[in-house]
């Protein structure tokens, strides 16, 4: 009898088991990564962008010199600085979920440049927040987001990987210098759909072809951009990109909804523009006579 009743005990439990869909590696894991020159006060103003109480979360800390392992020889002594600012929190989302990143006190790089980069570096399936205390460029807090991402995975991102997404963050910021945000970031993500043919291109077939690109979005680079998109491709054609390439797929059609709305937001607004001059030109036209 016993045994019948712990036989049926162990089925249930089986049975309750198969019936509780099991989570996905690491999801739901979350982690802090914190500046490492922020004073206690500039800390707990972080925590507050984050929602967060600390001690809630793991804690991490990154120091100026592992943002200059990727960084330095990038971008300028001015953006780099000597002191870790930026901040990062990162919670690990179901599989397919998608990316969802968000920002606070970043003046130089967007969230859908972060978003990029991140696919870029492997990561696809989070939530990112970036902050600071205070206004700050914002390129550190890549080296931020892997030193979390790879404590909840217990897995080191590929090094390739992550060089490239960091030159691929600074080179798409200092291209937003110069055009609209949003369309540096789909001009870049154009490029990475392109790896498997810009691989068979010489740099001059690929010159021509970051042209027409950037035409069809209404822009002339300088020669100079020209050859920094050209380098991050060659830089981009030495990963593994079929995933990579389905994600930016879709993360593409998302700012070209974006930038659709944006064209209509203008012409809008050049219609009220063309309505209201309209309106004191008539007026003009009493007052003349």
């Given at each position: 009898?016993?045994?019948?009743?712990?036989?049926?005990?162990?089925?249930a439990?089986?049975?309750?088991?198969?019936?509780?869909?099991a989570?996905?590696?690491?999801?739901?894991?979350?982690?802090?990564?914190?500046?490492?020159n922020l004073?206690?006060?500039?800390?707990?103003?972080?925590?507050g962008?984050?929602?967060?109480?600390?001690?809630?979360?793991?804690?991490?800390?990154?120091t100026?010199?592992?943002?200059?392992?990727?960084?330095?020889?990038?971008?300028?002594?001015d953006?780099?600085g000597?002191?870790?600012?930026?901040?990062?929190?990162?919670?690990?989302t179901?599989?397919?979920?998608g990316?969802?990143?968000?920002?606070?006190?970043?003046?130089?790089?967007?969230?859908?440049?972060?978003?990029?980069?991140?696919?870029?570096a492997?990561?696809?399936d989070?939530?990112?927040?970036?902050?600071?205390?205070?206004?700050?460029?914002?390129?550190?807090?890549?080296?931020?987001?892997?030193k979390?991402?790879?404590?909840?995975?217990?897995?080191?991102?590929?090094?390739e990987?992550?060089s490239?997404?960091?030159?691929e963050?600074?080179?798409?910021?200092?291209?937003?210098?110069?055009?609209?945000d949003i369309?540096a970031?789909?001009?870049?993500?154009?490029?990475k759909?392109m790896?498997d043919?810009?691989?068979?291109?010489?740099?001059?077939?690929l010159?021509?072809?970051v042209?027409?690109?950037?035409?069809?979005?209404g822009?002339?680079?300088?020669?100079?951009?020209v050859?920094?998109?050209?380098?991050?491709?060659?830089?981009?054609?030495?990963?593994?990109?079929?995933?990579?390439?389905?994600?930016?797929?879709?993360?593409?059609?998302?700012?070209?909804?974006?930038?659709?709305?944006?064209?209509?937001?203008?012409?809008?607004g050049e219609?009220?523009?063309?309505i209201?001059?309209?309106i004191?030109?008539?007026f003009?036209?009493?007052f003349?006579?």
């Amino acid at each position: 009898m016993m045994k019948k009743a712990l036989c049926a005990l162990l089925a249930a439990c089986m049975l309750f088991a198969l019936s509780v869909p099991a989570l996905a590696v690491g999801e739901g894991q979350e982690r802090v990564v914190i500046g490492a020159n922020l004073t206690d006060e500039q800390i707990a103003a972080v925590y507050g962008q984050f929602g967060l109480a600390r001690g809630a979360v793991p804690e991490l800390t990154v120091t100026n010199a592992e943002e200059r392992d990727y960084l330095e020889g990038l971008v300028g002594e001015d953006i780099i600085g000597t002191n870790s600012i930026s901040c990062v929190y990162i919670r690990t989302t179901g599989a397919n979920t998608g990316l969802s990143v968000s920002s606070t006190n970043i003046s130089w790089c967007t969230d859908d440049m972060y978003k990029a980069a991140l696919m870029t570096a492997g990561i696809y399936d989070a939530q990112v927040m970036v902050g600071a205390p205070f206004a700050v460029s914002g390129t550190a807090a890549l080296t931020g987001i892997y030193k979390a991402y790879e404590s909840i995975t217990g897995v080191q991102l590929q090094q390739e990987a992550k060089s490239a997404a960091t030159d691929e963050l600074v080179i798409t910021a200092e291209l937003a210098d110069q055009i609209d945000d949003i369309d540096a970031v789909a001009i870049v993500s154009e490029l990475k759909l392109m790896l498997d043919e810009t691989r068979s291109m010489s740099d001059d077939q690929l010159h021509d072809q970051v042209d027409t690109i950037a035409s069809q979005y209404g822009y002339t680079l300088e020669p100079g951009t020209v050859d920094q998109l050209i380098g991050l491709c060659r830089t981009l054609e030495s990963l593994s990109t079929s995933e990579l390439q389905d994600r930016v797929e879709q993360f593409k059609s998302t700012l070209s909804t974006v930038t659709q709305y944006a064209q209509q937001v203008q012409g809008f607004g050049e219609k009220i523009s063309g309505i209201f001059q309209s309106i004191v030109d008539f007026f003009s036209g009493l007052f003349d006579r």
